[in-house]
């Protein structure tokens, strides 16, 4: 089999430049990349074919991928990632999208192991509607698995892989332990394949484990699929009837989409705590769950393309050990502080006579303030910047876009290479945005959120954490957000914190301060989500 072996900061076809990666299954890798050329974000996937292509094949593959792709994205539009570019390199097939609003549900499943069954069910039904459109049309995925499907925090599944059944000779190219017998056996296929594999996708949802194992080649899981007894699911629970429907050998026996239509729905019917839930129920973020009860707040807004850019070069974890202004909630340190690096700083709610306020017990938690999302229009994105706003390319090795009229306020540093840069417009204006590195944080981000910074940020007057601290993960890497208030009445502030472990003790962190009062301004959500869109390492 051909190995293309290529990593971050590569660059492949002269413009598109690996970052990350995204999700990884048996021969397909997808990365988050940057298209040099056009200035934005993409998404290209990698898939190692089994043999060297000719150029008679690349140019019938990626043709079909390409066709496939436009048909049914216009068929179901925004529920199929649009391939806007296909092609070979070293031996490897890539396909190239826009970002993908969500995270691949094979990295939903390294997290979570297991959705509950109204989780699995909600998330089966928007992948059967999609096949549905594409049976109606005459096209059969074929190679459809966890990581050909990405959950959004609001709005339905995307599908991602059509067009590359058939890509070579070898009867499944990707994810192998997700092809149908008949597949195994190199038959011919058609939309009862696509069937199987939805089942096998919702037993690995609700088991935590897919059917059939991969066993590291190719020919030896595919020979499992076709020969081995499913392993009945013991966790399916209303699901059960469902799975082993759509897992049944013989095709012809497999249940039909209506009735698998009628099956899910029948799930989500009977479950009392289903009705008025927003669609995918699982936790794509961690610190969207206390947003959800209460509505859209600045954390749900971060979500989607921001996030997927964000985490391919910001790490926004407040893991600080020997930094000033640890118990801050973003503002600058104090110049004492800085000349001293050592110490907490004055932030939102920090004394400014030197003199922290006696430790108190936990004060109440309580819930994400409900708002709206900002407008379409004043979105950005990490490719063009919105009016107001310019780039800003620290001598630290990071950049980031910030508001016209905001500067560099002050400086922190500690002899361990770490440090705090502090930006806000000055004066009297609170809001401010912290970018902190690390390089002593713990193996834990919510044990550092919860033992080295909160017992820190408890001593700050008014503080309130807002939800839980929850965990997360960013391409692999370990994550977690926190957010709180902190000051009182005219001087309160609303902090929200992201971050993510690199690995060896290294991490970033981003603070966003804003005044409580304005923490549903349109211009600080806008000011927000461009921070963490354009912030680069």
């Known amino acids: 089999m051909v190995k293309a072996h290529v990593s971050a900061q590569e660059l492949v076809a002269g413009r598109y430049r690996l970052l990350e990666v995204a999700d990884r299954e048996p021969n397909r890798i997808s990365w988050y990349a940057e298209d040099i050329q056009a200035e934005r974000?993409?998404?290209?996937?990698?898939?190692?074919?089994?043999?060297?292509?000719?150029?008679?094949?690349?140019?019938?593959?990626?043709?079909?991928?390409?066709?496939?792709?436009?048909?049914?994205?216009?068929?179901?539009?925004?529920?199929?990632?649009?391939?806007?570019?296909?092609?070979?390199?070293?031996?490897?097939?890539?396909?190239?999208?826009?970002?993908?609003?969500?995270?691949?549900?094979?990295?939903?499943?390294?997290?979570?192991?297991?959705?509950?069954?109204?989780?699995?069910?909600?998330?089966?039904?928007?992948?059967?509607?999609?096949?549905?459109?594409?049976?109606?049309?005459?096209?059969?995925?074929?190679?459809?698995?966890?990581?050909?499907?990405?959950?959004?925090d609001k709005g339905p599944v995307v599908i991602t892989g059509f067009g590359l059944a058939g890509a070579t000779l070898a009867p499944r190219v990707t994810a192998p332990a997700y092809a149908s017998p008949e597949q195994a056996r190199d038959e011919r296929i058609g939309p009862a394949a696509d069937l199987w594999a939805l089942g096998a996708i919702l037993y690995t949802m609700v088991e935590g484990r897919p059917p059939f194992r991969d066993r590291g080649r190719a020919d030896a899981t595919l020979k499992g699929v076709d020969r081995l007894?499913?392993?009945?699911?013991?966790?399916?629970?209303?699901?059960?009837?469902?799975?082993?429907?759509?897992?049944?050998?013989?095709?012809?026996?497999?249940?039909?989409?209506?009735?698998?239509?009628?099956?899910?729905?029948?799930?989500?019917?009977?479950?009392?705590?289903?009705?008025?839930?927003?669609?995918?129920?699982?936790?794509?973020?961690?610190?969207?769950?206390?947003?959800?009860?209460?509505?859209?707040?600045?954390?749900?807004?971060?979500?989607?393309?921001?996030?997927?850019?964000?985490?391919?070069?910001?790490?926004?974890?407040?893991?600080?050990?020997g930094l000033p202004g640890t118990s801050s909630s973003g503002s600058a340190p104090s110049a004492s502080a800085t000349a001293t690096a050592t110490g907490p700083g004055p932030g939102p709610g920090n004394r400014t006579d030197g003199n922290a306020p006696s430790a108190s017990p936990s004060p109440p938690r309580t819930s994400a303030p409900a708002r709206p999302s900002p407008s379409s229009s004043a979105s950005a994105t990490a490719g063009a910047l919105p009016a107001g706003f310019h780039r800003y390319t620290a001598p630290e090795g990071f950049s980031v876009a910030l508001p016209t009229g905001w500067k560099r306020l002050e400086t922190a540093r500690a002899q361990d290479q770490a440090y705090r840069v502090t930006f806000g417009p000055g004066g009297d204006d609170p809001r401010t945005l912290a970018v902190t590195y690390s390089t002593q944080a713990?193996?834990?981000?919510?044990?550092?959120?919860?033992?080295?910074?909160?017992?820190?940020?408890?001593?700050?007057?008014?503080?309130?954490?807002?939800?839980?601290?929850?965990?997360?993960?960013?391409?692999?890497?370990?994550?977690?957000?926190?957010?709180?208030?902190?000051?009182?009445?005219?001087?309160?502030?609303?902090?929200?914190?992201?971050?993510?472990?690199?690995?060896?003790?290294?991490?970033?962190?981003?603070?966003?301060?804003?005044?409580?009062?304005?923490?549903?301004?349109?211009?600080?959500?806008?000011?927000?989500?461009?921070?963490?869109?354009?912030?680069?390492?």
Do not use: C
Not at 119 to 125: E, K, P, V
Not at 455 to 476: C, K, S, V
């Open 41 to 152: 974000p993409r998404l290209v996937t990698q898939v190692v074919l089994p043999e060297p292509p000719t150029a008679d094949t690349v140019r019938r593959t990626t043709a079909r991928i390409l066709r496939s792709s436009e048909v049914m994205s216009a068929l179901r539009p925004g529920r199929v990632a649009m391939v806007i570019d296909a092609f070979e390199e070293a031996g490897t097939l890539w396909t190239v999208t826009e970002l993908i609003d969500g995270t691949p549900l094979s990295a939903l499943l390294v997290r979570q192991s297991a959705f509950d069954h109204v989780q699995a069910a909600r998330i089966a039904l928007e992948v059967l509607d999609v096949l549905e459109a594409a049976h109606s049309d005459g096209y059969t995925h074929g190679e459809l698995s966890p990581g050909q499907i990405f959950v959004r």
């Open 229 to 321: 007894p499913l392993r009945t699911p013991l966790r399916a629970g209303p699901l059960t009837q469902v799975v082993q429907g759509l897992l049944r050998k013989n095709s012809r026996e497999r249940l039909s989409r209506p009735l698998v239509r009628d099956a899910l729905t029948r799930v989500l019917d009977e479950d009392p705590d289903a009705v008025g839930q927003p669609a995918p129920v699982p936790r794509l973020r961690g610190a969207y769950v206390a947003a959800r009860a209460s509505g859209w707040s600045r954390t749900t807004m971060i979500g989607g393309t921001a996030l997927a850019v964000v985490t391919v070069s910001v790490a926004v974890l407040a893991a600080t050990q």
């Open 442 to 537: 713990g193996p834990d981000p919510v044990a550092v959120w919860r033992q080295d910074v909160e017992p820190q940020l408890e001593r700050l007057d008014g503080y309130q954490r807002i939800g839980e601290i929850t965990a997360t993960t960013y391409q692999g890497y370990k994550a977690a957000d926190m957010e709180w208030l902190s000051g009182t009445g005219a001087d309160r502030l609303h902090t929200l914190g992201r971050g993510f472990l690199l690995g060896g003790g290294r991490s970033y962190s981003l603070r966003i301060t804003t005044p409580a009062a304005d923490w549903n301004d349109a211009a600080d959500e806008l000011a927000t989500k461009t921070f963490l869109t354009t912030f680069r390492t």
